[in-house]
């Protein structure tokens, strides 16, 4: 794997489609039991339902739970919303504080909640999980710090290995971010500045990982 060749490149403009294509049934299975075998217990939905329909199964009632920024789950319809609605959001409690202020303690709380519900960029049919990141705010959660770890991903990230994984972040996801970003932030590009590579997953029933069969996030 040459990261070398990838790093602080600009975006590819336009996205490279390759990896916008679904992975078949059999990729799929063999990548979930892959996936699970690595301590990340799989699961497989039809669709957006049947994944919202899983992930609320997977998070008890009352619990504490923080939503990392994901198109994914924005692509679930109203998901992010009834996490704010039934369970101790971290989110909504963030959406309260003052970054002049309390910048600090905001840090804290979204890196260590009970439960941290997003997605990843690639998955390799091996059982490991490519996640890219400009702030890396999400990534000590997911690493570590959350206790429990959810992930919704369409089984289009799901590539053969981590040079195909490397090259979905640069070619896709990352091109898809940064043209996201200019328009939401003024013309600011985004950066693949952070990578973490999760190849297994050693605290037993910690990290879950819905395989969706249908288009969602990048």
Do not use: C
């Amino acid at each position: 794997m040459e990261l070398t060749k990838w790093i602080k490149q600009p975006a590819q403009q336009p996205p490279n489609e390759t990896y916008a294509k679904l992975a078949g049934d059999a990729q799929v299975e063999r990548t979930a039991e892959a996936l699970t075998a690595n301590g990340m217990e799989a699961f497989i939905a039809a669709n957006a339902v049947e994944a919202k329909e899983k992930l609320f199964e997977l998070i008890p009632a009352g619990a504490e739970v923080f939503t990392a920024t994901s198109q994914t789950l924005a692509g679930l319809d109203g998901v992010l919303d009834e996490i704010d609605e039934r369970y101790d959001s971290v989110r909504a409690k963030l959406a309260k504080m003052d970054p002049q202020t309390q910048q600090r303690e905001m840090v804290k709380l979204g890196a260590v909640p009970e439960y941290m519900v997003g997605s990843v960029h690639a998955i390799t049919e091996d059982g490991t999980v490519v996640i890219a990141s400009n702030t890396g705010s999400q990534l000590a959660g997911y690493a570590a710090s959350a206790a429990h770890v959810v992930w919704v991903v369409s089984t289009k990230k799901i590539v053969p290995n981590l040079d195909e994984a490397i090259q979905r972040i640069y070619e896709y996801a990352y091109a898809l971010e940064d043209l996201r970003a200019q328009k939401a932030y003024g013309g600011m590009h985004s950066n693949v500045s952070k990578l973490l590579f999760v190849a297994k997953e050693i605290m037993p029933e910690r990290t879950k990982v819905i395989l969706v069969k249908e288009y969602l996030g990048y």
